[in-house]
């Protein structure tokens, strides 16, 4: 069983910052490949960042030089760090863990830009 907790989110105004955090909990490697993907009202769930077991980071091309995703392996904690937010990054925000075969997902949590 493996479970992921979000927080962090919350309403922000264009320009701000917000930092995501993800707690990973169950039966998990010491070090697991981890990410964040989100969803808008209407669109489909894309990815944001990822950060392999090796410590490789990867972002879409919409976040890049705004988004840094890092980890703590010591507190199985994953974190987006969110700069210049824009409106189009209003969605839901879902960590995500890789073991196996499949992606485990966690609840998510609201970011709201207003404009």
């Known amino acids: 069983q493996v479970q992921l907790v979000e927080s962090g989110g919350g309403l922000v105004q264009a320009g701000g910052s917000l930092r995501l955090t993800c707690a990973a909990s169950?039966?998990?490697?010491?070090?697991?490949?981890m990410a964040w993907h989100r969803q808008a009202p209407g669109k489909e769930r894309e990815l944001v960042a990822g950060?392999?077991?090796?410590?490789?980071?990867d972002y879409a091309d919409s976040v890049k030089g705004r988004f840094t995703i890092s980890r703590d392996n010591a507190k199985n904690t994953v974190y987006l760090q969110m700069n210049n937010l824009k409106p189009e990054d209003t969605a839901v925000y879902y960590c995500?863990?890789?073991?196996?075969?499949?992606?485990?997902w966690g609840q998510g949590t609201q970011v709201t830009v207003s404009s």
């Open positions: 950060i392999s077991r090796g410590g490789s980071t």
């Open positions: 169950g039966t998990i490697d010491s070090i697991n490949a």
């Open positions: 995500t863990l890789y073991k196996g075969l499949s992606p485990y």
